[in-house]
């Protein structure tokens, strides 16, 4: 099969453990670079919103970095005021400079020859005032286009992860029913929702904020630089600790994050697993083992919790340690150079306030590298699904059989899901229009692998399945499905009324026909004992109907969808013996002119077949009808006769012989003595 996957995984048990299969990730990220690179790469589509961004984002850091310049500007106004007004008025600003330097107090002559002031004028409130005024516009605009900056940039993260979310939804439909056999649903379920969320939550954290911090770096250190290269160089010290850190604590904690989802997904597979299967769990008294899986997965999911969250909780406190250094250095040194003039005190207030404003994007920068390592880790794990190999696609363009065809035949089919392990080899048979093929045989024979095939669900390795001389192969998936009506054991509801669940075969049927559809599949008669009728809601479990009720509803379906192929697998095992006779003789009706293929356990269902096959070892070993496979004395005999012999006494087994019970009467005779005794009620 070119491109379709074959292979079919061991089948999980009850108590199935690590996930194995659909590609479950490794102790580490596989390649974080890549990765990354194609995560942002979900971004393309809304690239000049991205450029918007950072215009934005370039105006509000360059404002915001602007604002402790000016704020030492009116520090510097402030000082000189004070000072002026230590010097008697007519004296110059040079003659206080020559009496400082003759008393030999050169600090404070150097101090006061590089201030600007008038004596004896006191500060210059109206210079202050503007300086403050010119502040103020400048912090709100900066707020403005941050804010402007962060709106815009939520929109193209939440449009990239409703795209992603798109993407895999339209990746689940693509995917082989051979994934869907080797993955546990609640590891699956983790990837689609808590592993795209995570992606959501990291990008909208971290996409501002890495932006905004390396535009502060930059603008920051370009100031501290036109201000004091002394001081900027002692500034830059934090540059390599930050890296050091940052590189020793994310190569642990990418570890533990990778670690932390694979945790979660097993985790919500225990519990999708334990809940759905929750009565199970209760008739066999396997709570305490249930209980002690759970503890054992939550724990390994709390190690790997704590253990990323308290190494990433690590860097912020040693960035602000190694800020706290670099701020104590730059005081000292600073107050060095405003004593020997050659900065003033504005320049050591203002470079105090970029030092702290360089090292806080820095430490940012370092705490959302773990951040980014867990999404990249959620990244890789949703990327891995999307990179899955998928069906194989339909022909272009595809053929198309009649609207009336139901003449199906298998032609030379073999088919394997392992492939040294055959299961089908060599399969020829044709079912007419209007006819009903029964499959009989032990577990494992191929009875349902027979149905996959023809639902095109798995594609055959060899040969070929037709419908009126089209290959199906030929056809789309979507034109062959729609043709084709499945009724199977495990009824599937969904929460909505049950007209809705009804009209799911077919959603533009009129409310005659789906009433039609109700009474053909005797879901009628018991739905105006509801309380709602047609309109009772159901629940995802529908746990306000009965297990035969139910599967009544999903009888009503097939019907409604009106299909000129009919599949049922054990659609009746869970409805009582009358009930079930209904229904066959319903069916019946809807066989009419369509080919119906029937998977049964009990064979009693099956006597009025046109054609039984009887498989073992994913061959039809007999084929025929009921009495004449019974007048062969072959396999579909001793079948028949291990379902419908007398018990024997344990300690005669060896010695009394089989002996067959009187054949049970035929469908019709007890559906004609069923609708009697119906009758004779309503009288």
Do not use: C
């Not at 959302?368 to 890789?380: I, P, Y």
């Not at 075969?505 to 009433?515: H, K, L």
Request: overall charge negative; glycine content about 8%.
């Amino acid at each position: 099969m070119s491109g379709q996957q074959t292979t079919r995984p061991a089948p999980f048990g009850p108590r199935g453990g690590a996930f194995a299969g659909g590609g479950a990730p490794a102790a580490k990220a596989q390649n974080f670079g890549p990765s990354a690179r194609r995560l942002l790469g979900t971004l393309r589509t809304d690239t000049p919103r991205l450029i918007l961004v950072l215009v934005f984002a370039v105006v509000s850091v360059t404002l915001s970095v602007i604002g402790p310049k000016l704020l030492g500007e009116g520090t510097n106004v402030v000082f000189a005021g004070f000072i002026s007004l230590q010097v008697p008025a007519g004296v110059t600003q040079q003659q206080v400079v020559d009496q400082l330097v003759a008393s030999g107090d050169q600090d404070q002559a150097n101090m006061v020859a590089a201030m600007d002031f008038v004596p004896g004028a006191g500060v210059d409130f109206a210079q202050l005032a503007r300086i403050l005024a010119l502040v103020l516009l400048v912090y709100v605009l900066s707020s403005v286009f941050g804010w402007l900056q962060a709106r815009i940039l939520n929109g193209v993260v939440q449009r990239a992860m409703h795209r992603l979310r798109l993407q895999v939804e339209e990746k689940v439909h693509r995917l082989p029913l051979s994934y869907f056999d080797g993955v546990q649903r609640g590891e699956l379920l983790s990837r689609v929702t808590n592993d795209v969320d995570n992606i959501g939550q990291t990008m909208q954290q971290t996409l501002s904020q890495v932006v905004v911090s390396l535009l502060t770096v930059i603008g920051v250190l370009t100031m501290m630089f036109l201000i004091s290269p002394l001081l900027a160089v002692i500034a830059l010290v934090t540059i390599p600790l930050t890296i050091l850190i940052t590189v020793l604590v994310a190569r642990r904690s990418q570890e533990l994050f990778v670690q932390q989802w694979k945790a979660t997904g097993v985790l919500n597979a225990r519990v999708e697993e334990t809940f759905s299967g929750h009565a199970i769990v209760k008739v066999f008294g396997h709570q305490r083992e249930v209980e002690a899986d759970f503890r054992a997965e939550n724990d390994e999911l709390y190690r790997a919790g704590f253990g990323a969250q308290f190494l990433s909780g690590v860097i912020m406190p040693a960035m602000m340690f190694v800020g706290n250094l670099v701020y104590v250095a730059i005081a000292v040194i600073g107050g060095l150079q405003v004593a020997a003039g050659l900065l003033s005190i504005g320049d050591v207030q203002a470079f105090i306030q970029y030092s702290r404003q360089f090292t806080q994007p820095l430490s940012q920068l370092g705490s959302m590298a773990n951040l980014l390592q867990s999404g990249v880790a959620s990244a890789e794990r949703v990327f891995e699904l999307l990179d899955e190999e998928e069906q194989t696609p339909d022909d272009d363009p595809a053929e198309t059989p009649p609207g009336s065809a139901s003449r199906l035949e298998f032609e030379d089919v073999s088919f394997r899901y392992v492939a040294d392990k055959p299961l089908i080899d060599g399969l020829t048979l044709a079912a007419r229009p209007g006819g009903t093929v029964a499959i009989v045989g032990p577990t494992g024979a191929g009875k349902t692998t027979l149905v996959n095939l023809i639902m095109r669900f798995y594609d055959v390795d060899s040969g070929r399945i037709t419908l009126d001389g089209v290959d199906t192969r030929r056809m789309t998936r979507a034109d062959l499905r729609a043709r084709t009506g499945m009724v199977l054991q495990d009824t599937w509801l969904f929460a909505g009324t049950i007209r809705e669940n009804i009209a799911y075969g077919r959603p533009e049927a009129t409310e005659e026909e789906i009433v039609a559809a109700a009474t053909a599949a005797y879901v009628d008669r018991f739905v105006h004992a509801l309380p709602d009728g047609y309109d009772t809601m159901l629940d995802d479990e529908a746990t306000n109907l009965s297990v035969g009720e139910r599967q009544l509803v999903t009888i009503a379906r097939a019907f409604l969808a009106d299909p000129r192929i009919l599949i049922l697998d054990e659609a009746t095992s869970s409805v009582d013996t009358r009930t079930e006779l209904l229904i066959q003789r319903a069916m019946s009706r809807l066989r009419e002119d369509r080919t119906a293929f029937v998977i049964a356990h009990r064979l009693s269902t099956i006597r009025d077949a046109d054609l039984i096959l009887v498989m073992e070892d994913g061959a039809i070993v007999e084929q025929g009808s009921h009495e004449e496979l019974l007048a062969a004395k072959g396999a579909y005999w001793r079948l028949y006769n291990a379902q419908f012999e007398a018990p024997l006494d344990d300690e005669d087994a060896e010695v009394v012989p089989s002996v067959p019970l009187a054949p049970p009467p035929t469908t019709a005779q007890i559906v004609v003595d069923a609708l009697a005794e119906s009758e004779e009620a309503l009288e």
